[in-house]
Protein backbone atom coordinates (compact mmCIF):
# COMPACT_ATOMS: atom_id res chain seq x y z
CA UNK A 1 0.00 0.00 0.00
CA UNK A 2 0.80 3.76 -0.77
CA UNK A 3 1.88 5.55 2.34
CA UNK A 4 0.22 8.52 3.85
CA UNK A 5 2.88 10.95 2.22
CA UNK A 6 2.03 9.53 -1.24
CA UNK A 7 -1.53 10.53 -0.66
CA UNK A 8 -1.10 13.92 1.08
CA UNK A 9 1.02 14.74 -1.76
CA UNK A 10 -1.18 13.80 -4.57
CA UNK A 11 -4.67 15.73 -3.54
CA UNK A 12 -2.14 19.07 -2.97
CA UNK A 13 -0.70 18.48 -6.81
CA UNK A 14 -4.59 18.09 -7.22
CA UNK A 15 -6.25 20.52 -5.87
CA UNK A 16 -2.65 23.14 -5.35
CA UNK A 17 -2.90 24.17 -1.42
CA UNK A 18 -3.94 22.76 1.77
CA UNK A 19 -6.44 25.28 1.87
CA UNK A 20 -7.88 24.43 -1.25
CA UNK A 21 -7.53 20.84 0.09
CA UNK A 22 -9.32 21.43 3.11
CA UNK A 23 -12.23 22.87 1.63
CA UNK A 24 -13.08 19.61 0.42
CA UNK A 25 -12.67 17.48 3.48
CA UNK A 26 -15.86 16.58 5.98
CA UNK A 27 -15.42 16.98 9.80
CA UNK A 28 -16.84 14.50 12.18
CA UNK A 29 -18.33 15.64 15.18
CA UNK A 30 -16.47 15.01 18.86
CA UNK A 31 -17.79 12.50 21.05
CA UNK A 32 -18.93 15.25 23.26
CA UNK A 33 -21.29 16.41 20.18
CA UNK A 34 -22.45 13.00 19.78
CA UNK A 35 -23.31 11.80 23.15
CA UNK A 36 -25.87 15.02 23.07
CA UNK A 37 -27.50 14.08 19.85
CA UNK A 38 -30.83 12.88 21.05
CA UNK A 39 -32.59 9.84 20.26
CA UNK A 40 -35.24 10.81 18.08
CA UNK A 41 -32.50 12.79 15.63
CA UNK A 42 -29.86 9.34 15.79
CA UNK A 43 -33.34 7.30 14.53
CA UNK A 44 -34.77 10.24 12.26
CA UNK A 45 -31.83 10.15 10.50
CA UNK A 46 -31.16 6.58 10.65
CA UNK A 47 -34.61 5.99 8.79
CA UNK A 48 -33.64 8.54 6.48
CA UNK A 49 -31.00 6.59 5.27
CA UNK A 50 -32.99 3.52 5.07
CA UNK A 51 -35.69 5.16 2.96
CA UNK A 52 -32.60 7.02 0.79
CA UNK A 53 -31.43 3.46 -0.15
CA UNK A 54 -31.57 3.37 -3.45
CA UNK A 55 -33.51 6.47 -4.08
CA UNK A 56 -33.05 9.81 -5.53
CA UNK A 57 -32.16 11.41 -1.84
CA UNK A 58 -33.80 14.87 -2.94
CA UNK A 59 -37.49 12.95 -3.47
CA UNK A 60 -37.08 11.41 -0.03
CA UNK A 61 -35.69 14.51 1.78
CA UNK A 62 -38.85 16.56 0.40
CA UNK A 63 -41.11 13.85 1.94
CA UNK A 64 -39.32 13.67 5.06
CA UNK A 65 -41.58 16.44 6.80
CA UNK A 66 -44.29 14.03 6.34
CA UNK A 67 -42.40 10.96 7.92
CA UNK A 68 -41.64 13.19 10.93
CA UNK A 69 -45.29 13.62 11.23
CA UNK A 70 -46.57 10.18 10.81
CA UNK A 71 -43.82 8.29 13.02
CA UNK A 72 -44.19 10.97 15.99
CA UNK A 73 -41.18 12.90 15.71
CA UNK A 74 -39.11 9.52 15.89
CA UNK A 75 -39.64 9.37 19.32
CA UNK A 76 -38.10 5.58 19.57
CA UNK A 77 -40.24 5.46 23.21
CA UNK A 78 -43.59 6.53 20.74
CA UNK A 79 -42.28 4.77 17.83
CA UNK A 80 -41.98 1.15 19.50
CA UNK A 81 -45.80 1.31 20.09
CA UNK A 82 -46.69 1.34 16.79
CA UNK A 83 -48.84 -1.88 15.58
CA UNK A 84 -48.33 -3.88 12.38
CA UNK A 85 -51.86 -2.39 11.79
CA UNK A 86 -50.44 1.02 11.90
CA UNK A 87 -47.50 0.62 9.73
CA UNK A 88 -50.56 -1.15 7.01
CA UNK A 89 -52.42 2.46 7.45
CA UNK A 90 -49.57 4.04 6.59
CA UNK A 91 -48.93 2.11 3.19
CA UNK A 92 -51.88 4.39 2.39
CA UNK A 93 -50.46 7.46 3.01
CA UNK A 94 -49.18 9.22 -0.03
CA UNK A 95 -47.24 12.27 1.82
CA UNK A 96 -44.58 9.34 2.41
CA UNK A 97 -43.18 6.12 0.63
CA UNK A 98 -45.24 3.14 1.05
CA UNK A 99 -42.47 0.52 1.62
CA UNK A 100 -43.42 -1.52 3.90
CA UNK A 101 -40.09 -3.47 4.34
CA UNK A 102 -38.48 0.02 4.92
CA UNK A 103 -41.68 1.19 7.22
CA UNK A 104 -41.46 -2.23 9.24
CA UNK A 105 -37.75 -1.33 10.18
CA UNK A 106 -38.60 2.01 11.93
CA UNK A 107 -39.99 0.41 14.93
CA UNK A 108 -37.28 -2.47 14.91
CA UNK A 109 -34.67 -0.15 14.72
CA UNK A 110 -36.34 2.09 17.53
CA UNK A 111 -36.19 -1.07 19.60
CA UNK A 112 -32.26 -1.41 19.09
CA UNK A 113 -31.76 2.21 19.83
CA UNK A 114 -33.40 2.08 22.82
CA UNK A 115 -31.79 -1.72 23.90
CA UNK A 116 -28.41 -0.12 23.70
CA UNK A 117 -29.12 3.03 25.54
CA UNK A 118 -30.34 0.70 28.43
CA UNK A 119 -27.09 -1.25 28.49
CA UNK A 120 -25.11 2.03 27.81
CA UNK A 121 -26.73 4.69 29.24
CA UNK A 122 -27.33 6.59 26.46
CA UNK A 123 -27.32 5.94 22.14
CA UNK A 124 -25.12 8.73 21.82
CA UNK A 125 -22.66 7.32 24.11
CA UNK A 126 -22.52 4.08 22.89
CA UNK A 127 -21.93 6.12 19.42
CA UNK A 128 -19.22 8.53 20.13
CA UNK A 129 -17.49 5.84 22.41
CA UNK A 130 -16.72 3.13 20.13
CA UNK A 131 -12.84 3.81 18.68
CA UNK A 132 -12.65 4.60 15.06
CA UNK A 133 -9.96 2.27 15.11
CA UNK A 134 -12.60 -0.39 14.88
CA UNK A 135 -14.95 1.39 12.87
CA UNK A 136 -15.94 -1.17 11.11
CA UNK A 137 -16.96 -3.40 14.08
CA UNK A 138 -20.10 -0.97 14.92
CA UNK A 139 -20.80 -1.13 11.02
CA UNK A 140 -21.49 -5.19 11.72
CA UNK A 141 -22.95 -4.07 15.10
CA UNK A 142 -25.71 -1.84 13.64
CA UNK A 143 -25.98 -4.23 10.68
CA UNK A 144 -26.77 -7.47 13.07
CA UNK A 145 -29.11 -5.76 15.48
CA UNK A 146 -30.96 -3.12 13.50
CA UNK A 147 -32.64 -3.28 10.52
CA UNK A 148 -32.13 -2.52 6.77
CA UNK A 149 -28.85 -1.37 8.20
CA UNK A 150 -26.41 -3.84 5.71
CA UNK A 151 -24.34 -2.99 2.80
CA UNK A 152 -23.31 0.69 2.96
CA UNK A 153 -25.89 1.96 5.12
CA UNK A 154 -24.46 1.41 8.28
CA UNK A 155 -21.26 3.22 7.28
CA UNK A 156 -23.62 6.23 6.13
CA UNK A 157 -25.56 6.59 8.87
CA UNK A 158 -22.72 7.37 10.68
CA UNK A 159 -21.55 10.14 7.98
CA UNK A 160 -24.81 11.19 8.25
CA UNK A 161 -24.58 11.86 12.18
CA UNK A 162 -21.34 13.73 12.07
CA UNK A 163 -19.40 10.04 13.22
CA UNK A 164 -15.87 10.25 12.22
CA UNK A 165 -16.05 6.49 10.19
CA UNK A 166 -14.49 6.45 6.08
CA UNK A 167 -16.71 4.98 3.53
CA UNK A 168 -15.91 2.38 0.81
CA UNK A 169 -17.37 3.97 -2.44
CA UNK A 170 -16.79 2.69 -5.61
CA UNK A 171 -14.31 5.67 -5.69
CA UNK A 172 -12.74 4.43 -2.92
CA UNK A 173 -12.75 0.79 -3.91
CA UNK A 174 -11.10 1.31 -6.91
CA UNK A 175 -8.53 3.92 -5.16
CA UNK A 176 -8.18 0.35 -2.92
CA UNK A 177 -8.09 -2.17 -5.98
CA UNK A 178 -5.05 0.17 -7.52
CA UNK A 179 -2.75 -0.46 -4.38
CA UNK A 180 -3.77 -4.43 -4.42
CA UNK A 181 -5.54 -4.08 -0.87
CA UNK A 182 -9.50 -5.32 -1.94
CA UNK A 183 -11.02 -5.19 -5.64
CA UNK A 184 -15.01 -4.88 -4.29
CA UNK A 185 -16.74 -3.38 -1.85
CA UNK A 186 -15.46 -4.93 1.67
CA UNK A 187 -18.62 -6.95 2.62
CA UNK A 188 -17.00 -9.69 4.57
CA UNK A 189 -15.27 -9.23 7.83
CA UNK A 190 -11.77 -10.46 6.23
CA UNK A 191 -12.35 -7.85 3.72
CA UNK A 192 -13.41 -5.03 6.20
CA UNK A 193 -10.76 -5.80 8.11
CA UNK A 194 -7.63 -5.24 5.48
CA UNK A 195 -8.75 -1.69 4.79
CA UNK A 196 -9.87 -0.88 8.37
CA UNK A 197 -5.89 -1.36 8.97
CA UNK A 198 -5.10 0.29 5.95
CA UNK A 199 -6.99 3.41 6.94
CA UNK A 200 -5.39 2.92 10.71
CA UNK A 201 -2.39 3.37 9.10
CA UNK A 202 -2.51 6.69 7.53
CA UNK A 203 -4.73 7.58 10.47
CA UNK A 204 -1.82 6.77 13.07
CA UNK A 205 0.69 8.59 10.42
CA UNK A 206 -1.51 12.15 9.87
CA UNK A 207 -3.47 12.33 13.03
CA UNK A 208 -6.69 13.40 10.24
CA UNK A 209 -10.07 11.73 10.87
CA UNK A 210 -10.97 8.61 8.70
CA UNK A 211 -14.17 10.51 7.02
CA UNK A 212 -10.60 13.39 5.54
CA UNK A 213 -9.08 10.26 4.64
CA UNK A 214 -11.47 8.78 3.15
CA UNK A 215 -12.41 11.72 0.51
CA UNK A 216 -8.32 12.42 -0.12
CA UNK A 217 -8.15 8.95 -1.27
CA UNK A 218 -11.85 9.16 -3.21
CA UNK A 219 -9.45 11.92 -4.99
CA UNK A 220 -7.12 9.39 -6.23
CA UNK A 221 -9.49 7.32 -8.07
CA UNK A 222 -9.13 7.50 -11.92
CA UNK A 223 -6.64 10.15 -12.23
Given at each position: ??????L????????GS?K???????????????????????????????????????????????????????????V?L????????LM?????????????????????????????????????D???T???????YL??????????????F????G????IP????????????I?D????????????????????A???L????????L??????
Amino acid sequence: MQDYKWLHEFCLNRFGSQKALDAQLPTPLTPAKLRKISTDRYLSTMALRVFRAGLKHSLVDAKWPAFEKAFFGFDPEKVVLMSAEHLERLMQDKNIIRHLGKLKSVPRNAQMILDIAHEHGSFGAFIADWPVTEITGLWQYLAKHGTQLGGLSAPRFLRMIGKDTFIPTWDVVAALNAQNIVDKVPSSKRDQALVQDVFNQWHADSGLPMCQLSAMLAFTANH
